[in-house]
C-alpha cells in the first residue's frame, strides 16, 4: 500500500508539472490565438511543450503502477494533491506571488488528506472484478454522467455550466481509474497479449479519452470556481465509492469515521477556497479573473 501512495503522490506532481510546462509553452508562443497548425508548428519546437508532454506521459504511468499495488479507495484520493501542486508549480514558473489564503489552503488539503486517508485506510478487497460486476457500474455511472452532460450543455456560460460538465468529467476519471486497475491486473497474470486482448484496456481509453474532452468543455463553459471543485472532488468521491462496492475495499469504521470526516472538511474547504483564489488561476488559466481576490491596489498577499 505505502508504494501505491509513493506513485500515486508522483502520478499527481507529473500531472500538474506537466499542465503548468504545457500551459507556459502554450502563453510564450507569439499570437496564439487561433493560429491553428502555426500554434502546432511553434510548440513542436518548445521544450517546455515537450517536457510537458512527458510529464503527462509519466503520470499515467505512475498511476497505473500506483493503481496496481494499491487500492482505489486509497490511490485516487490523492490525486487531489494534483491542484496545491499545481499552483506550487505555477507560482516558480510563472513567477506568480502566492497569497497567504492559498498556503493555508495548500494545508489544509495536505493535511486534510493525510488525516482522512489515515483514518480510513482501506484495506482488503479483490485484485479483480468479475465481468458481470461491471455492467451497472457502468450503466449507472454512463447514465449519470450523460445527465451531467446534457444538463451542462443546456445552462449558459457560467459556473453551474462548468460544475455540470466537470462533475461528468470526474465521474469518467473514477470509472477510467477502476478500468485501468482491472487491466494492469491482467497485464499482471497474463502478460502483453492478455492485456491488449481485454476488454477494460479499450474501455479505459474511450473514457479516459471522452473525460479528456469533456474537462475541456468545463474549463470553456465557466470559472474555475465552477470546474476545478467538481472536477477534483467530484473524481476522488467517486473512486472512493468504486474501491468499496465494486473492488470490496473496506474503509475502518467505528470513531475513526470522526478523524476521517474532519479530514474530509478541511480537503473540500481547502479545494472550494483555493479555487477562489487568483494566484491558482494565474497558473492554471491565465484568461480567467479571480472571483475574490483585489485586482489593483495593495498585493494579494498582503490583501488576505
Request: overall charge positive; aromatic content about 8%; hydrophobic content about 55%.
Amino acid at each position: 500500500m505505502i508504494l501505491g501512495v509513493v506513485f500515486a503522490v508522483l502520478a499527481a506532481a507529473s500531472n500538474a508539472l506537466g499542465t503548468v510546462l504545457q500551459r507556459r509553452a502554450v502563453v510564450h508562443v507569439p499570437d496564439s490565438r487561433g493560429r491553428g497548425l502555426g500554434l502546432v508548428g511553434d510548440l513542436l519546437h518548445n521544450p517546455a511543450w515537450f517536457v510537458g508532454i512527458l510529464g503527462t506521459v509519466l503520470a499515467a504511468l505512475f498511476q497505473a503502477l500506483a493503481l496496481l499495488s494499491g487500492s482505489l479507495a486509497t490511490v485516487q484520493p490523492i490525486f487531489i494533491l494534483e491542484l496545491p501542486l499545481a499552483l506550487v508549480f505555477g507560482s516558480v514558473v510563472f513567477r506568480v506571488g502566492v497569497s497567504r489564503k492559498a498556503w493555508r489552503c495548500v494545508i489544509c488539503i495536505f493535511a486534510g488528506l493525510a488525516v482522512a486517508l489515515f483514518s480510513a485506510a482501506p484495506s482488503g478487497g479483490r485484485p479483480q472484478v468479475p465481468g458481470m460486476a461491471w455492467v451497472p457500474t457502468l450503466l449507472v455511472l454512463g447514465g449519470l454522467g450523460a445527465a451531467f452532460v446534457v444538463v451542462g450543455l443546456r445552462r449558459p456560460q457560467g459556473a453551474a455550466r462548468a460544475a455540470y460538465l466537470a462533475l461528468a468529467a470526474a465521474i469518467g476519471n473514477a470509472l477510467t481509474a477502476a478500468l485501468v486497475k482491472s487491466s494492469m491486473y491482467v497485464l499482471s497474470e497474463e502478460g502483453a497479449a492478455g492485456f491488449f486482448l481485454a476488454w477494460q484496456t479499450y474501455a479505459f481509453a474511450i473514457t479516459g479519452s471522452l473525460s479528456v474532452i469533456l474537462l475541456g468543455y468545463a474549463m470553456q463553459g465557466g470559472p474555475l470556481i465552477g470546474s476545478q471543485p467538481a472536477l477534483t472532488l467530484g473524481d476522488a468521491s467517486v473512486s472512493f465509492f468504486l474501491g468499496v462496492t465494486l473492488y470490496a475495499e473496506s474503509p475502518r469504521g467505528g470513531w475513526w469515521l470522526v478523524p476521517a470526516l474532519a479530514g474530509a472538511v478541511l480537503v473540500v474547504y481547502g479545494v472550494f477556497a483555493l479555487s477562489r483564489t487568483r494566484c491558482l488561476t494565474k497558473c492554471v488559466n491565465p484568461a480567467e479573473e479571480s472571483l475574490d481576490e483585489p485586482r489593483h491596489g495593495r498585493p494579494a498577499a498582503e490583501a488576505m
